[in-house]
């Protein structure tokens, strides 16, 4: 099993629906979790970091970690066209090498 | 200048060429990487410096030599590259080594050719 996995989709959800992403992991990372943005040929932007089960909100966004499944998620509440990226998934490895998922791509149609 | 700044943010270069990468952090944070993008593959981070220390070096080719000169430049000397090099290099850096919040730069698009 990779260390973190992700659907590559393409996720495509309506405007201002609910995107959900998701993102399991190995035993070989720890957990501390991050959520990047990557827009079609820039660089990754980081826009959630969470470290302790549960969910943790910032404006549209809420991060969820569940640790007894493995599974960290993002959620994007009103979903908006600009908000169309591939979204990465990553995760501190145990010897504190940070790992990504390969990325979902998410579809935001107006 | 804020943030992450790299330069060229685009490089073609022959498999015999030399070309340098750079990479400066505006930010004040101690560690500096440097990863690879290929197309619909996940980042691989290539090199950790923390404090102008190399603390990882994870299976790059020798052909790619990084050099930290202080903690806000970072360099990657790129020399007989193929064209499976082709790909996004990413510098980012984050306040203390791994167990902080990575923030990357714009990249630099290199073609071999």
């Known amino acids: 099993q990779k260390e973190v996995e992700q659907n590559s989709g393409p996720l495509s959800v309506p405007e201002g629906a609910i995107a959900s992403l998701n993102c399991t992991y190995s035993?070989?990372?720890?957990?501390?979790f991050f959520w990047y943005r990557q827009y079609s040929g820039k660089s990754p932007e980081l826009i959630m970091s969470?470290?302790?089960?549960g969910d943790k909100e910032d404006g549209r966004f809420t991060a969820q970690l569940n640790k007894a499944s493995q599974y960290v998620s993002l959620l994007i509440r009103d979903s908006q066209p600009s908000d169309s990226a591939t979204y990465l998934c990553a995760a501190l490895e145990y010897g504190n090498k940070l790992v990504f998922g390969a990325g979902t791509i998410l579809r935001v149609k107006s | 200048e804020t943030g992450v700044t790299q330069t060229p943010r685009h490089l073609v270069m022959g498999m015999t060429n030399k070309k340098s990468l750079k990479c400066e952090q505006h930010l004040g944070h101690n560690a500096m990487y440097w990863y690879k993008q290929s197309a619909k593959k996940p980042l691989e981070l290539m090199f950790v410096?923390?404090?102008?220390?190399?603390?990882e070096n994870n299976s790059v080719p020798s052909r790619f030599s990084p050099e930290c000169p202080n903690s806000s430049h970072l360099f990657l000397h790129l020399h007989t590259l193929q064209p499976e090099d082709s790909a996004l290099y990413l510098c980012?850096?984050?306040?203390?080594?791994?167990?902080?919040?990575?923030?990357f730069g714009p990249g630099t698009r290199l073609t071999v050719t």
């Open positions: 410096y923390s404090l102008e220390e190399r603390v």
């Open positions: 980012a850096s984050s306040q203390e080594t791994f167990d902080y919040e990575q923030y």
């Open positions: 035993d070989r990372v720890s957990q501390s």
């Open positions: 969470i470290y302790s089960n």
